[in-house]
């Protein structure tokens, strides 16, 4: 009778359980899975509202036509690459200096912190707006600033320019995702044991060599995760480029969320765009188990 009492309250709460996580699972279904599920579905159709067709089953058209007659696919796949780890790379190569100066006792630190967020709270489309305006090709304060320090002594054309678009960017990604990733170096730092420093010190290790073989070794777990997180988001980080320069000059700066952006809603291919979404999504996948696979194995 006891066991059955228990059983029946068990099963009570277990349905309550259920209920309350239902929303969430409803949440995820709705507006995750089934979006999923239809793209891939639709990049397996020929599907172009300017053609006034409708649906045409393709099968592995869509895909053909990308990876073997697209004229820009593959590079608009590198400047994926170079847009994902050279954001990744300049911001960890800020943050970690960063870091290691707020972990420090400095006056007004607490504001320091605070005011070091502001480029991680600011929208996005907002983020990309200003900078355009800082790389403006005539009245820019970039080409002001660089002229006063006698850097430059003709205006440059930032975002305008083959050559410089890509540094440009690079440096508008760094600004705003940098705060993210010092932010976690500092949790980081913050959980270093001071006792093992100390140690180090008393045996005669430098401050070089205390960050090197103390502090950076036991950052390691939090650098990991963080990096693949600033993969992920910076591989979808579709609004920034389209707000600085729409993927242009032509194809130059245009990277895959951009190119799905271009076919599905400018050209209304939605077939190629929605295969465009799944490849990029293959991509980013294989980025990722590649980037477990070579340093997941110290950081579980």
Avoid: C
Avoid at 80 to 88: E, N
Avoid at 141 to 150: A, G, P, R, T
Avoid at 236 to 263: D, V
Wanted: glycine share 8%.
């Amino acid at each position: 009778m006891k066991s059955a009492t228990f059983t029946r309250t068990q099963r009570k709460q277990m349905t309550f359980g259920y209920l309350l996580l239902s929303p969430v699972v409803l949440y995820i279904v709705i507006f995750q899975f089934y979006p999923l599920f239809e793209t891939i579905r639709l990049s397996f159709f020929d599907y172009s509202l300017l053609h006034g067709k409708g649906m045409t089953f393709a099968g592995l058209g869509n895909y053909k036509d990308l990876l073997t007659a697209d004229d820009h696919f593959w590079s608009i796949f590198r400047n994926s690459i170079l847009w994902v780890f050279g954001s990744m790379i300049l911001q960890f190569l800020l943050a970690v200096p960063a870091a290691v100066l707020l972990n420090r006792k400095l006056r007004l630190r607490g504001l320091w912190r605070g005011l070091l967020m502001v480029p991680w709270v600011s929208p996005v489309v907002i983020v990309g707006i200003v900078w355009k305006w800082i790389y403006d090709g005539q009245y820019g304060l970039m080409n002001e600033y660089l002229k006063l320090l006698h850097v430059l002594q003709d205006n440059i054309v930032w975002l305008g320019d083959a050559f410089w678009v890509w540094p440009a960017l690079l440096l508008t990604s760094t600004w705003k995702g940098f705060p993210y990733i010092t932010l976690m170096m500092l949790s980081g730092l913050q959980g270093i044991s001071g006792e093992m420093k100390e140690a180090a010190h008393i045996d005669g290790a430098t401050a070089w060599q205390r960050f090197r073989f103390v502090t950076l070794p036991l950052l390691k777990p939090i650098m990991y995760v963080t990096g693949m997180v600033s993969i992920i988001g910076s591989w979808t980080k579709f609004e920034m480029i389209w707000a600085l320069t729409n993927g242009g000059p032509g194809y130059a700066t245009s990277i895959l969320p951009t190119y799905l952006y271009t076919q599905a809603f400018v050209y209304l291919d939605l077939g190629k765009g929605a295969a465009v979404g799944t490849l990029s999504m293959l991509f980013v996948l294989a980025i990722i188990a590649a980037y477990a696979g070579l340093f997941g194995k110290d950081n579980t």
